[in-house]
């Protein structure tokens, strides 16, 4: 059954409409949002902006996570984008067409560039997806990839499924029928090209990174690794994110009460995280400046698969008494003043299908006495020992509710639990990835384009590129991929609830609330833009 473009846009986008986050406003922006604008601005002025020390080096293939996800989306050009209201729109692409549910047929836009002068064509997308999808170059955003035929993820296998038809034109075989979602992903930065040059020297790459987005780097030295790295105005670029200003510089902080306190002395423009300790305080101080919204946010804890008491049956049971063991109304309301909102489900309630009545999703209660019943049968299987503790980076703002959760275990089991500091994010991350953490950490996700399956498959299918617990289920993965393949949004929405009713009984990470979006800019900022996943729309932003 051949699908059509009006299809594509009711499976996967938001159910919200025009949900962009905006700041207070008075004129409208190109994509539709409500902007707040001074109607116009100086072009050549450097937009200071918070951020955190990318994981890894610069490749798209290989980034999976927020920090090097803003420069990413700000140096490179897919063949697509999500405006500020989820909606994917052509950026590279002259067209996508979904020919049938397998297979797909992309035209590139003729004269598009990379900063190097290298011209922009087929080839740059098919070596860039063949390069992130072989085994031995380890990239973590390798599963993107798996639904093109030839892929394989126990062996180095060229994507068979990716054909080019000439200079500006390539096909795409999937090896399941999902080409109306999988289309939907193009957006992703997993997805972007790459220069010829980048295959001289991946690692090299990476650190000096040629793109062909709305920015480039500054200089050679433009990443000033731990500090901040340094963006201007590409002006080769011609897709729909103009650049309105002259450049960006994305500001490492090691904390978010440094950015917030930058904010207000005018040394930073936009933010996008309010300190906790400012939750109580920072729409009155910064008026009509302040951004308090929901957004595509879902924040967890995730215990490693093989942890010490936390296999089997015992650790299944130790997992439901954690869960209930914790205060989510309580923490949300104490700790961040009302900007979270208590999990019911594993994604967010900005996505459409979402739901609070997903059976199972009674774990996320707060049930001391059945905590207590269920440790103390655990405690008949093994009896437990240590400490348990949760780690989070420093960096982040996460102190505060860690110390929180890891009470509320504690004063309901009678156990010693603690937080564990990190000093940053990539640290963290880090030990993560390479599976040396030997405690619970905590995770989240905020999405990468506006559907369920990104929330669900990414994190929790078998060998997926984020799932840390190195979780795996069938049954959870067969009813994932028969929601991608339904053509109707009601059954793809049924079947991923009945993949949730799987998360639920095996809590392969612990929910515990959905984030609003926290931030604000500065005097004579103008064109602040939120976008549907929480970042701002950084090419419209101008002041002066």
Not at 381 to 387: A, P
Request: hydrophobic share 35%.
């Amino acid at each position: 059954m051949k699908r059509t473009k009006i299809a594509l846009s009711g499976l996967a986008l938001l159910a919200v409409g025009a949900m962009a986050l905006t700041a207070c406003s008075s004129g409208s922006g190109g994509n539709g949002e409500k902007t707040q604008s001074n109607g116009g601005g100086d072009a050549s002025a450097i937009i200071r902006v918070n951020g955190s020390e990318p994981q890894n080096p610069l490749l798209p293939s290989d980034t999976n996570e927020v920090g090097g996800g803003k420069i990413l989306d700000s140096i490179f050009a897919g063949l697509a984008y999500y405006d500020g209201n989820g909606k994917l729109v052509n950026d590279m692409a002259e067209s996508i067409k979904v020919d049938d549910p397998t297979d797909l047929t992309i035209t590139i836009k003729k004269g598009e560039k990379f900063t190097n002068g290298q011209e922009l064509t087929a080839d740059s997308f098919i070596k860039a997806w063949q390069y992130g999808a072989l085994l031995s170059n380890k990239m973590l955003s390798q599963s993107w990839f798996a639904d093109i035929e030839g892929f394989s993820d126990a062996k180095d296998s060229p994507l068979t499924g990716l054909k080019k038809v000439d200079d500006y034109t390539f096909t795409v075989k999937l090896n399941a029928p999902v080409a109306t979602d999988w289309s939907q992903r193009l957006g992703y930065s997993a997805f972007y090209p790459l220069p010829d040059v980048a295959f001289d020297d991946m690692k090299s790459f990476g650190e000096h990174p040629i793109g062909n987005g709305p920015y480039k780097l500054q200089s050679d030295s433009a990443w000033q690794h731990d500090v901040q790295i340094d963006l201007v105005k590409n002006d080769q670029y011609t897709g729909g994110r103009q650049a309105k200003n002259g450049g960006l510089t994305i500001v490492f902080y090691t904390t978010q009460d440094a950015a917030y306190a930058d904010l207000q002395g005018g040394n930073v423009d936009v933010i996008d995280a309010i300190p906790p300790s400012a939750f109580g305080t920072f729409e009155q101080t910064l008026g009509d400046r302040a951004v308090n919204q929901p957004a595509a946010i879902f924040q967890s804890f995730t215990i490693p698969g093989n942890a010490a008491h936390f296999t089997g049956e015992e650790g299944q049971l130790r997992k439901e008494a954690i869960s209930m063991a914790i205060n989510r109304e309580q923490i949300t309301q104490k700790i961040f003043n009302g900007t979270r909102t208590p999990a019911s489900d594993f994604t967010s309630p900005v996505i459409n299908g979402w739901s609070d009545k997903i059976p199972g999703s009674e774990v996320l209660k707060y049930n001391p006495e059945e905590a207590k019943k269920l440790w103390a049968q655990a405690d008949g299987i093994s009896k437990w020992s240590g400490t348990f503790q949760i780690a989070y980076n420093a960096d982040g703002g996460h102190k505060e509710w860690v110390d929180a959760v890891t009470n509320s275990i504690k004063n309901t089991l009678g156990i010693d639990a603690s937080g564990k500091s990190y000093v940053d994010f990539a640290t963290l991350r880090n030990d993560v990835t390479k599976r040396t953490i030997k405690t619970a950490f905590r995770t989240g996700w905020q999405a990468d384009y506006p559907g369920q399956y990104n929330f669900l498959q990414p994190l929790y299918g078998t060998g997926a590129s984020s799932n840390d617990s190195d979780y795996s289920n069938k049954d959870f993965d067969k009813l994932i991929a028969e929601g991608a393949a339904a053509s109707d949004p009601a059954a793809a929405t049924a079947d991923y609830q009945k993949a949730q009713e799987i998360l639920f009984k095996d809590l392969p990470a612990i929910p515990l609330w959905y984030s609003n979006l926290t931030g604000g800019y500065a005097d004579g900022v103008h064109n602040v833009t939120y976008g549907w996943n929480s970042v701002p729309l950084y090419y419209e932003i101008t002041k002066g």
